[in-house]
């Protein structure tokens, strides 16, 4: 039986009538279409489903849709609008931090929940934050290496 | 070909260009086969075979068909008639035999995920409620799961239509290899087992299947990296002219070769499609991919390597057996990695003589097939096991014994023992890049130093040569319909830029990027101008595509041949409105100029604009075509082969047995260079892969057969936190067999990664007197090479 | 990887929760985080009429500080655990177990109550709550009780919940004066389920050992109180002597199952290194 549900995306209020067995990651990609936030196990460990919920990454393949009521779901495509990722894509972009690309929104999720934290991060620090993200193509260095130029210009700025 | 209408500089060719189709995925905008949605889709799911082996006694559809939301319910009957089998032998692999496939498990099982029945629904979850309400008995039959039962002769064949176990055998000797041993002053040997791992590619296998009965056109959006493969395999398959089937491959998660075997879901998925005359999306879901994606290796390995007393290897003797599925994969079957381990063994050595025996076995598990590496990193970590062990016994140290084997850089051309005849390699130059980048000696130092506090170290080296630019040779001479060649077509449009549809394909490599500044280069403009399509069979000529390292190599040189045969006919039109002598023309910075003062007589905007607007302007006769074609097939040496060396430097907590990598280094010559970048990140990613299948990849299964550790949460993959930084240094030697140079880059990373490391720790591990031979290298394994806990026995090697 | 069809319902308090379940004919699960059930359903392990979402009552949220000990709801994220002040100040061997349970964005979402109501015998929470004797606050159908972390986790994903019962939170004591703690797992992988894993707690008296706890996890089908390597502890000096036997008793105190990749007697192997390391650390601290 499906069930309304009133959420605000990319900053946009949303209502739609769901499943309760609808994951969050199906409902964006299937009823809103925003197909940036992707599906890799369904079960919280590759980290390509990650979306902000209330400013914080969680999987969206673990979170019911009908949990996420009245909450704010950010997903890669708005914090691409927003502007507020230009500098860690445009570091992603100039390392080639990124193949396929199918886990990329995911890495931007994580990167930027950890330069919102404020201190700079060593690469330890990166890398450790990362752990929940798989990325088959590129041997993560480049991912680290992105992360961590962005954090010196964000801690210098 | 004429050098006339190269740049006066290689402008673009060389660069660290930037990939402009990443920026889509930066912004969360991939277009991937899993994000399609079409009008009237419907979703397909699989009810599989929960055993290894079994005969179907009931299969009752009835309940699932009238599940909520189900449009249909499809067994065997319903959908193997509709296509021929297809079975997985070539004829080049001669006096191999595998049973003939077809699209559902009629009658008998064959490992566990083996796909009974399909069902279509609105939604993939109706879909799997429906599977629920299947009613599936089966008649368990004897699984063959592991190596004693594959060779055990009293043992039922995996399959019934099987008449043993036995798949393929093969082997290799020259004359002298006998005699070899007989008179050698050091003999080292040991015995190799090679996990059973797999792709896992974060996109899963994903496809939609459109068929149109008004138009007869079958549209296939199908997640792979060989999409014209895929139109003649539909084609044939399910009796369709081939212009009528088009086969479009957008954005690619990942693929590692993996997605280019052909599978029983995306038939069926065609074959509901053709029933049904809409949209079938199949996407299988992790736990799917585990049981229905190509594995690779699973191989045990005896060897012996033969010296004399200077350390000069003169012989190896070579038994590899390997278990695959119970069927041989099509098109490419599952022997190729086989046949790549027993000829690669010694190659960067000059080594006289060789006998190496294969033989590739059936059990019922699920298939195994090429991914990433074929076969190399076996071949490099039994070769360079051998010749530590041989530097050990020697008293030589590691760098010296390789320096002292490896086939000099000026005594090219010449060929291996076992056959393979390598144009020009640059062993010597990689291993001296190497130890100055790694700063080898300070390494050692290091080493000893920590020795003294207990921190157990060590270096590991492992040399290759990789196979790339694959000829005819490779497939096509076994009649596999598998393209050896490609096409493109490249032109001006009327604004003056240019775009060029090549048959190439691009999961995230970058294969758009160097195309773009191959032709930019021939045509005088920048990569961004330069618009690249692949990947759609109606968009593209026919080709080859991307497997095997082929993509700079063999599609670069296409590229460039089209590029340079368009330059020609702009110097050909441009000549006609300049009067002025074609050869006297060349294209520069967007514009025709003068070819020997560099000053700019047309630009190619308005070259274009007349040509498309106003051709009745041109002189009587000329042609004014803007479009080119030009396909490309490698002529020449049947292979293009590469070369390089890679370091490991690990920690072993003897405690634990937990294996901490610090650092890697990878010397590498891939010929030109076409991106440096690129270049690099394949070879970190592919290093990645390697490093994954040395320490935490495998498909573990129990003697029935079940898969033990079929998800991501209990296969483990490599992750950011345990992997090292690598460093990377280039040799550049050029193939001269095409005008680019280039050669494949793509499995240097993933063939010498894991050996590195098992040279590595067992560095570490020599004060104690202990030796990993197992990979992958589990805390649990390593241990017991240290005495602690049980070692393994042979029989759960499986 | 669908779940199967359910229905959900949002509980606004504790009343109307556990009202809900006992109209449910037993075929409903509570859902805070989702983090385990999610997965679960999405598997088709399990399947439920109803879900019950618990995840926004008031009653099971918050850190509180108290003179019982510290208070900690049921629905807090393990990423508060690793966060709070005041965590980290008077249990501060939970914050250091957090670091461990799997990765930042599940540490988002997951609670730690969720975590302890799965009794994952790999998991790191249900090790540190029993070396803490914390007191775990239940409120049911018959009403409130309290039971003892000890006695808590019975089996395999078995507690000592009854049917409807919800975990509303969990009491830590006030460390004793002079308690030494430490946590530590070996994982092949940041944030993977532990080979085997430990949290050591120690209550200095009289310059010699008065108190041990050392509780295990990964390494049976509960989290494994190491009795015989705390009575080799009990009444001794801290040094290597008392270590080795410590780590030596381990052998009588746990019997680890075989495991594909992981043969018993190398966890119990492992088991006694992780040991020794942490008591080592321990001594390290010993005023």
Redesign the interface.
């Known amino acids: 039986m499906k069930q309304a549900l009133e959420l605000q995306v990319n900053g946009e209020a949303v209502a739609l009538m769901v499943e309760p067995r609808q994951t969050l990651a199906d409902v964006l990609r299937d009823s809103l279409r925003l197909t940036g936030t992707h599906l890799g196990c369904e079960m919280g460990v590759c980290g390509a489903c990650l979306v902000l919920l209330d400013g914080k990454p969680v999987h969206g393949c673990l979170t019911l849709a009908v949990q996420a009521q009245g909450c704010a779901v950010t997903t890669v495509e708005g914090l691409d609008a927003s502007g507020e990722i230009a500098d860690l894509q445009a570091e992603f972009h100039a390392r080639n931090a990124l193949q396929c690309g199918y886990c990329t929104p995911g890495m931007l999720m994580t990167a930027q929940a950890l330069l919102k934290r404020g201190a700079v991060p060593d690469r330890a620090e990166i890398r450790e934050a990362l752990s929940g993200n798989f990325c088959r193509c590129t041997g993560y260095e480049a991912i680290v290496d992105a992360i961590a130029a962005t954090a010196a210009k964000r801690g210098a700025a | 070909m004429t050098q006339r209408f190269a740049p006066d500089r290689p402008a673009h060719i060389g660069q660290p260009h930037?990939?402009r189709n990443?920026?889509?995925?930066?912004?969360?905008?991939?277009?991937?086969v899993?994000?399609l949605?079409l009008p009237r889709m419907v979703h397909a799911a699989f009810l599989r075979s929960p055993m290894a082996h079994g005969r179907i006694t009931a299969l009752d559809l009835d309940e699932a068909r009238a599940a909520p939301g189900v449009i249909a319910v499809y067994s065997a009957a319903d959908l193997n008639p509709m296509c021929q089998g297809w079975t997985g032998v070539l004829s080049h692999f001669a006096g191999m035999t595998s049973p003939a496939q077809s699209i559902l498990a009629d009658q008998e099982v064959l490992w566990v995920g083996h796909p009974v029945a399909m069902v279509i629904a609105r939604?993939?979850?109706e879909a799997?409620?429906a599977c629920?309400k299947i009613l599936l008995d089966i008649d368990d039959l004897p699984a063959v799961a592991g190596f004693a039962p594959a060779l055990d002769p009293d043992m039922p064949a995996a399959a019934e239509a099987s008449a043993s176990n036995l798949c393929f055998r093969a082997e290799l000797k020259t004359e002298g290899a006998a005699a070899a041993f007989d008179g050698a002053a050091l003999v080292v040997e040991g015995e190799w087992r090679f996990g059973r791992h797999t792709?896992?590619?974060?996109?899963?296998r994903a496809v939609v299947a459109d068929y149109d009965p008004a138009s007869g056109q079958l549209t296939v959006h199908h997640g792979t990296q060989t999409p014209f493969q895929f139109q003649d395999v539909y084609a044939r398959q399910f009796g369709l002219p081939d212009n009528r089937v088009r086969v479009i491959s957008p954005?690619?998660?990942?693929?590692?070769g993996m997605k280019l075997h052909l599978y029983h879901e995306e038939m069926a998925t065609v074959a509901a499609s053709l029933k049904l005359h809409r949209p079938v999306r199949f996407v299988a879901?992790?736990?799917e991919s585990f049981t229905s994606d190509i594995h690779a290796r699973d191989h045990k390995v005896k060897a012996r390597m033969a010296l004399d007393g200077q350390g000069q290897v003169l012989a190896m003797e070579v038994l590899d057996r390997t278990l695959i599925g119970p069927y041989s994969t099509y098109p490419r079957t599952s022997v190729a990695e086989g046949n790549q381990v027993i000829r690669l063994m010694g190659a960067p050595y000059a080594m006289p003589d060789y006998h190496g025996v294969l033989e590739v076995l059936f059990q019922n598990k699920v298939q195994t097939s090429q991914y990433r590496a074929v076969g190399h990193p076996i071949a490099v970590q039994v070769t360079e096991a051998l010749i530590d062990l041989a530097a050990e016994k020697l008293g030589l140290d590691p760098f010296e014994m390789r320096a002292r084997n490896v086939v000099a850089d000026d005594a090219y051309p010449c060929a291996s023992a076992t056959g393979y005849r390598f144009e020009k390699l640059s062993h010597q130059e990689s291993l001296r890049r190497l130890r100055a980048l790694m700063d080898y000696d300070g390494l050692r130092a290091e080493q000893a130093a920590l020795r003294e506090k207990g921190i157990h170290r060590g270096i590991g080296l492992a040399t290759f040569v990789e196979i790339t630019n694959p000829g005819a040779a490779f497939y096509g001479v076994g009649g596999a319909r598998i393209s050896a060649q490609d096409g493109a077509v490249v032109r001006l449009t009327p604004g003056g830029e240019a775009h060029c549809a090549i048959s190439v394909t691009e999961?995230?490599?970058?294969t758009e990027t160097i195309i773009a500044q191959i032709v930019a280069d021939q045509l005088g403009l920048t990569p961004d101008q330069v618009k690249v399509v692949t990947g759609d069979t109606d968009a593209t000529p026919s080709g080859g595509a991307t497997w095997a390292c082929r993509g700079a190599g063999i599609g670069g040189e296409t590229a460039l041949r089209a590029g340079r045969k368009l330059a020609e006919q702009l110097c050909r039109i441009a000549g006609a409105i300049l009067q002025a002598a074609p050869e006297s023309l060349a294209l520069r910075g967007g514009a025709v100029v003068d070819a020997a003062t560099g000053a700019e007589r047309l630009a190619l905007a308005e070259l274009a604009r007349i040509a498309t607007y106003r051709p009745d302007t041109l002189p009587e006769g000329t042609d004014n075509s803007l479009s080119v074609a030009q396909h490309f097939a490698p002529q020449g040496y049947p292979f293009g082969f590469t070369n390089g060396v890679q370091a490991a430097w690990v920690e072993v907590d003897t405690?634990?047995?937990?294996v901490k990598l610090l650092k890697h280094w990878v010397v590498e010559d891939c010929g030109r260079i076409i991106n440096p970048?690129?270049v690099d990140?394949q070879i970190?990613?592919?290093?990645?892969?390697g490093l994954g299948a040395a320490l935490?990849e495998?498909c573990?299964y129990?003697d029935a057969g079940q898969l033990?550790?079929g998800?991501?949460?209990d296969y483990?993959?490599p992750?950011?936190?345990?992997?090292p930084?690598?460093l990377i240094g280039h040799v550049e030697t050029p193939t001269e067999d095409t005008i680019l140079g280039a050669k494949g880059v793509g499995e240097a990373?993933t063939a010498a990664a894991g050996a590195a490391v098992m040279n590595a720790v067992n560095d570490a591990l020599r004060p104690f007197g202990a030796r990993l031979c197992q990979t992958p290298m589990?805390?649990?394994r390593i241990?017991?090479a240290l005495g602690?806990?049980?070692t393994e026995r042979d029989e759960t090697w499986n | 990887m669908k779940a199967p069809p359910f229905a959900y319902r949002l509980a606004e308090d504790l009343p109307q929760a556990l009202d809900l379940y006992a109209r449910s004919a037993g075929d409903a699960v509570y859902l805070a985080g989702g983090h385990s059930i999610v997965p679960s359903l999405s598997l088709r392990l399990q399947a439920p009429a109803l879900l019950i979402d618990i995840s926004r009552i008031a009653a099971l949220a918050g850190v509180s500080l108290g003179p019982e000990g510290l208070r900690i709801g049921a629905t807090t994220p393990h990423a508060v655990l690793l966060e709070d002040p005041l965590v980290a100040t008077h249990a501060p061997l939970l914050a250091e177990a957090a670091r461990h349970v799997a990765h930042p964005a599940i540490r988002n979402r997951a609670t730690f109550g969720g975590n302890l109501v799965l009794a994952d015998p790999a998991s790191e929470f249900p090790a540190v709550v029993r070396a803490l004797r914390a007191e775990l606050e239940v409120e049911g159908p018959e009403g409130a009780r309290q039971i003892a972390a000890e006695d808590f986790f019975l089996d395999l994903y078995t507690t000592a919940l009854q049917p409807g019962e919800i975990l509303r939170a969990v009491l830590i004591p006030p460390p004793a004066p002079g308690q030494l703690v430490a946590f530590a797992e070996l994982a092949r992988r940041q944030g993977d389920f532990a080979m085997v894993g430990a949290a050591v707690r120690l209550v200095p008296k009289a310059g010699v050992i008065g108190t041990a706890d050392i509780v295990f996890h990964s390494v049976g089908l509960t989290p494994m109180r190491a009795v015989a390597a705390e009575a080799a502890l009990i009444g001794q000096a801290l040094d290597a002597a008392t270590i080795a036997a410590a780590c030596a008793a381990v052998a009588q105190d746990l019997q680890p199952g075989d495991d594909p990749v992981l043969p018993a007697a190398t966890r119990l192997h492992l088991a006694g290194v992780l040991l020794g390391r942490l008591l080592r650390r321990v001594q390290g601290e010993w005023a």
């Open positions: 930037l990939r990443a920026l889509r995925h930066l912004a969360g905008r991939g277009a991937y899993s994000d949605a939604t993939r979850a799997e409620d629920e792709a896992v590619t974060l996109e899963p954005d690619v998660g990942g693929s590692f879901d992790r736990l999961q995230g490599q970058g405690e634990t047995g937990l970048l690129l990140e970190r990613g592919g290093v990645v892969q935490y495998e573990l129990d033990l550790n998800s991501l949460a483990l993959v992750m950011a936190g345990e992997m930084d690598i990373g589990t805390p649990a241990l017991a602690i806990g049980p």
